[in-house]
Nanobody, 115 residues
Framework: VQLQASGGGLVQPGGSLRLSCTAS????????MGWYRQAPGKQRELVAR????????YYADFVKGRFTISRENAKDTVYLQMNSLKLEDTAVYYC?????????WGQGTQVTVSS
């Protein structure tokens, strides 16, 4: 499974961005999909995750109330809507798919929050 992430960019504090991650195969083949991020000099950390059925979501505490993960099965795409962005949200964001036997990573997309 190949994952293609997009939607990053430069935004001012308080602004919004929507990231997209499109899979090369049906996302129903994956147990879950999600987003990680990695800031310079820091470890990669889980941001949000959504189950195959789309009914169970997990959010890291640092994004609760600001970010929303969703999926559009017909387009094999998972989204991360990011609102009220903060300077500390600056990072490379990676999408991930949890498969039955393997995990899959998309290429990163840079999100820069700066005034």
């Amino acid at each position: 499974v190949q994952l293609q992430a997009s939607g990053g960019g430069l935004v001012q504090p308080g602004g919004s961005l929507r990231l997209s991650c499109t899979a090369s195969e049906s996302i129903f083949s994956l147990n879950a999909m999600g987003w990680y991020r990695q800031a310079p000099g820091k470890q990669r950390e889980l941001v949000a995750r959504i189950s195959a059925g789309g009914k169970t979501m997990y959010y890291a505490d640092f994004v609760k109330g600001r970010f929303t993960i969703s999926r559009e099965n017909a387009k094999d795409t998972v989204y991360l809507q990011m609102n009220s962005l903060k300077l500390e949200d600056t990072a490379v964001y990676y999408c991930k798919g949890w498969g039955r036997d393997d995990d899959y990573w998309g290429q990163g997309t840079q999100v820069t929050v700066s005034s």
